[in-house]
T-cell receptor, first 116, second 113 residues
């Protein structure tokens, strides 16, 4: 079974500054990795995903993430944030061997607050 | 307009009452899920179903029940046995053909007093 650790529970950042959200996972096998965003009182929306191939993954709204197998990490970055990026961000992992189970394990979330 | 609908958005119940949360999808996905979200704890899986008439317990199934009589529908009942039912409940669906991601509904906020 896998677990996901999001290393920062809260990240305050000024508008137009860069942001990095850290995610580490533990798994003994290959994984699929996801980042989701949740705006207040809404469901989750997929930002990006890593299934295979290039370790640098680009997503929506200018976000990107890098898969590092040796460090079992999947950190999310954006070079310049906007006020509208204020939200909660979740890292999720699925074990490729258990994919037939269709299950994701989620981190506890990182709240990003963008200030003018 | 494809997607997942959950109703109602807000739900209030008295302690001791069972309550059923609705989840419907028109994405033709085989798998459906129910998660519970509490502040600072991320999403925890309650139940999931990979096919009609079959479902499995997730990590926190105690005090909950589900049914999957139709592909499109996966209602969740929060029973009086659930010790702390006040939470935000999210329904999702997914499929291998959907490139492995799960699609989420808007959620139902349940308050039990």
């Amino acid at each position: 079974a896998q677990s996901v650790t999001q290393l920062d529970s809260q990240v305050p950042v000024f508008e137009e500054a860069p942001v990095e959200l850290r995610c580490n996972y533990s798994s003994s096998v290959s994984v699929y990795l996801f980042w989701y965003v949740q705006y207040p009182n809404q469901g989750l929306q997929l930002l990006l995903k890593y299934l295979s191939g290039s370790t640098l993954v680009k997503g929506i709204n200018g976000f990107e993430a890098e898969f590092n197998k040796s460090q079992t990490s999947f950190h999310l970055r954006k070079p310049s944030v906007h006020i509208s990026d204020t939200a909660e961000y979740f890292c999720a992992v699925s074990d490729t061997k258990e994919w037939d189970d269709y299950k994701l394990s989620f981190g506890a979330g990182t709240t990003v607050t963008v200030r003018a | 307009d494809g997607g997942i609908t959950q109703s109602p958005k807000y739900l209030f119940r008295k302690e001791g009452q069972n309550v059923t949360l609705s989840c419907e999808q028109n994405l033709n996905h085989d798998a459906m899920y129910w998660y519970r979200q509490d502040p600072g704890q991320g999403l925890r899986l309650i139940y999931y179903s990979q096919i009609v008439n079959d479902f499995q317990k997730g990590d926190i199934a105690e005090g909950y029940s589900v049914s999957r009589e139709k592909k499109e529908s996966f209602p969740l009942t929060v029973t009086s046995a659930q010790k702390n039912p006040t939470a935000f409940y999210l329904c999702a669906s997914g499929d291998r053909d959907g490139a492995y991601e799960q699609y989420f509904g808007p959620g139902t906020r349940l308050t039990v007093t």
